[in-house]
Nanobody
Framework: QVQLVESGGGLVQPGGSLRLSCAAS????????MRWYRQAPGQQRELVAG???????NYADSVTGRFTIARDNGKKTVYLQMNSLKPEDTAVYYC???????????WGQGTQVTVSS
């Protein structure tokens, strides 16, 4: 059915930037929410940002003003622009799609982001 594939992670110095992408394939309703989560070693998975099908966004307090989420519905892709990165942003970042009609939830495999000098 639905598959999500993340890309764009890597190693970056504090203060640097990265842009993550998540490409969705398969069939899902247009009424949905796409989100980015992250999970650091030994920590619980946490919500980073979300965006609805019509472009409404929300962010975790820890990333507000530094990260920007966007989506391209034609390409079935969601992006996360990460600026002013901090070591505490180091985590595996996961793409998530919540189908608001069927209640199905889908996860990507994750992409590693490491912020270090």
């Amino acid at each position: 059915q639905v598959q999500l594939v993340e890309s764009g992670g890597g190693l970056v110095q504090p203060g640097g930037s990265l842009r993550l992408s998540c490409a969705a394939s398969g069939s899902f309703f247009r009424i949905n929410v796409m989100r980015w989560y992250r999970q650091a070693p030994g920590q619980q998975r946490e919500l980073v940002a979300g965006i609805t099908n019509d472009g409404s966004t929300n962010y975790a307090d820890s990333v507000t003003g530094r990260f920007t989420i966007a989506r391209d519905n034609g390409k079935k892709t969601v992006y996360l622009q990460m600026n002013s990165l901090k070591p505490e942003d180091t985590a595996v970042y996961y793409c998530n799609l919540e189908d608001r009609v069927t209640f199905a939830v889908y996860w990507g495999q994750g992409t590693q982001v490491t912020v270090s000098s």
